[in-house]
């Protein structure tokens, strides 16, 4: 959960001053967990993720559907290094379904 600069320092203020993490977790609804990692940190400022970095690219993931229909999950999943959930959370998210076989 997200916790605002202001109210960190507060926290922080009210530890070094009365001593007490239990007391200020109490007091300002925040975990012991959160006010000790704080106490360690140089600064307070939230760190910000811009973005994360993906393992499986969707593009090269979707050609190699249209070069290779028949290959398995498994197969896909070493090819990219990935788990074989990884292969097929993609595919939902592509909205790509199994191969079907027509028979008449």
Sequence with gaps: MYHNLELREKVIDDVENKGSVTKASRIFGVSRASIYRWLTRENLKPTIVKYRHRKLN???????????????????????????????????????????????
């Design 58 to 104: 969707w593009s090269a993931l979707y050609r190699d559907v249209i070069e290779n229909p028949d290959d398995k999950l498994i197969e896909r999943a070493n090819k990219f290094g990935v788990t074989v959930p990884a292969i097929s959370y993609a595919f939902k998210r592509m909205k790509i379904t199994r191969k079907k076989t027509v028979t008449l």
